[in-house]
């Protein structure tokens, strides 16, 4: 089974923060005990403590493979030393320890009691009916809906950040929801500390202080800076984040907690405001800002089209990292960036491609009108296209990346149909599509039309589809049954793929 990811924490001096998505938030030590079915129970040290994980060992010294955080369960098999080895688990960072009496010990040992005391660390008594993995079970289940809850959370989070950012006040509209969603104080400062927008409640001077010290950190005056940083002072988290521009902003945080998914929310939230706090961002591409957010939750086209206005043509993108890792906010920024453009959508649930949209400009219309690879991605582009058909291109990017990853090119384009189709007026060619196409379902279209395009191979199809071989070869002998024609037949091939270009 995956380990789940660690949260982020530092003290003292500022720490760079990764940019990895919303890890597994780790779960109360009471909510474990809380199950009683499980039959814990609490006999020496601390009754609180945050479980990041579970193990099960019983060697002399498991210190070298435990990696903190983690319930180690034991029944004591080579237990000589409790002082100890109560001494080296809390040197590895063990959250707490649970004993199984019986077979080995009809007790727990009183020595390892008083050690568990005297190191802080929690012990619990393991009844001989309930087997360790029955335990672990318990805490991978606590694990599974806590990370549901944060999903949850961070999607919320990100909708109340979008609806914010089409307001006509975007940049304090946003920093006030961050600090809402967050409970502490999110503040956009310039490079030299100077307060430009700041919402949520105002922590004391020396905390204020130290936020302010942490964001130069990270203002990028000086080559080497890191994107992101974090700080403790006081019991009040600090965060600072690089926004993006060029121009040396910086969005700081103060809180009283720190959640596991909060360094995603504000990933979230620097993207929305590099796009909304540029200077040289006027009103009318902050309109465009906002109609795109608004278009991504659902807005129809015909909604969004007056305010992104009637220049174009627009470009759709679908993009995947070719390591298969999932692409956060902040590395699909910068996906953005290279492509000229900060209109990305890059939260839409794991395992979905990173959508990129390129509209009119001198760096965009150049890239629009030539793509190129990027490296590390696989990418999938439209034709330019109009506003009003922004949503049959996001459909033919899509399919242009299913190709690009099936073949494995690096960037895939979908360009306009010409030559011999262009002799045939549009609507008598879709109603032709749609005569012969009428017995497909709209899975099996889909799958006849990548096969097509993959020249017939079952595995890239396969590939391209996420699905089994054995499905596709069953979904084509399907259509084949059911348009009654020979798909062997190249000449059936060409009129098929022909109509399906219609569609």
């Known amino acids: 089974m995956d380990e789940p990811s660690m949260p982020n924490s530092s003290a003292g001096a500022p720490q760079p923060t990764p940019t990895t998505g919303p890890p597994t938030p780790p779960i109360p030590l009471a909510e474990l005990l809380a199950r009683e079915e499980l039959g814990l129970r609490p006999i020496a040290g601390p009754a609180d403590a945050d479980l990041l994980w579970v193990h099960t060992s019983e060697m002399a010294d498991p210190y070298p493979y435990l990696l903190g955080g983690e319930l180690l369960l034991s029944a004591g098999v080579l237990l000589t030393d409790p002082d100890h080895y109560v001494g080296r688990l809390v040197e590895a960072g063990a959250a707490a320890l649970g004993f199984g009496v019986r077979p080995v010990h009809e007790t727990v040992p009183r020595a ?262 990027r490296p590390g991605w696989t990418l999938g582009a439209s034709a330019p296209t109009a506003v009003t058909a922004l949503a049959a291109a996001d459909a033919v990017a899509a399919r242009a990346l299913a190709h690009a990853r099936a073949t494995r090119a690096p960037l895939t384009v979908d360009a306009p149909t010409g030559g011999l189709a262009a002799l045939v007026p549009p609507e008598q060619a879709a109603a032709h599509a749609r005569a012969l196409l009428a017995p497909l379902t709209a899975p099996l279209a889909d799958t006849l039309r990548c096969w097509l395009s993959l020249h017939g191979s079952w595995d890239r199809t396969a590939v391209a589809l996420g699905v089994h071989r054995n499905t596709v070869r069953q979904r084509i002998g399907r259509c084949g049954e059911l348009l009654a024609v020979d798909l062997d037949d190249m000449d059936v091939r060409t009129e098929l793929w022909f109509a399906l270009r219609q569609t």
């Open 112 to 373: 390892l009691i008083e050690a568990c005391d005297r190191y802080g660390l929690p012990l619990l008594e393991v009844p001989p009916e309930t087997p360790f993995t029955t335990i672990a079970r318990a805490v991978w289940r606590l694990m599974a809906e806590a990370r549901h809850r944060e999903l949850r959370r961070v999607t919320r989070a990100q909708q109340a950040l979008a609806t914010a950012a089409a307001r006509p006040d975007p940049v304090p509209a946003v920093l006030h929801q961050l600090a809402t969603q967050l409970g502490g104080r999110a503040v956009l400062l310039t490079a030299r500390g100077q307060e430009v927008h700041a919402a949520g409640r105002r922590p004391d001077p020396e905390a204020a202080g130290a936020l302010t010290r942490l964001a130069r950190v990270v203002a990028r005056e000086r080559p080497g800076s890191p994107s992101s940083a974090t700080d403790t002072h006081g019991g009040t988290h600090l965060s600072a984040y690089a926004l993006g521009g060029g121009e040396g902003l910086v969005l700081a945080l103060a809180t009283r907690q720190r959640e596991s998914g909060d360094h995603t929310v504000a990933g979230i939230a620097v993207v929305l405001l590099s796009l909304l706090a540029a200077p040289h961002q006027g009103a009318d591409a902050a309109g465009r800002s906002a109609a795109l957010v608004r278009m991504l939750l659902g807005a129809s086209p015909a909604e969004v089209a007056p305010l992104l206005g009637p220049t174009g043509p627009w470009t759709v993108i679908h993009a995947r990292r070719t390591d298969g890792a999932p692409a956060d906010a902040l590395t699909a920024g910068a996906l953005g960036a290279s492509l000229g453009t900060a209109l990305v959508d890059a939260e839409r649930g794991a395992g979905e491609a990173v959508r990129v949209l390129l509209g009119p400009g001198p760096e965009a219309d150049r890239i629009a009108a030539r793509p190129t690879p």
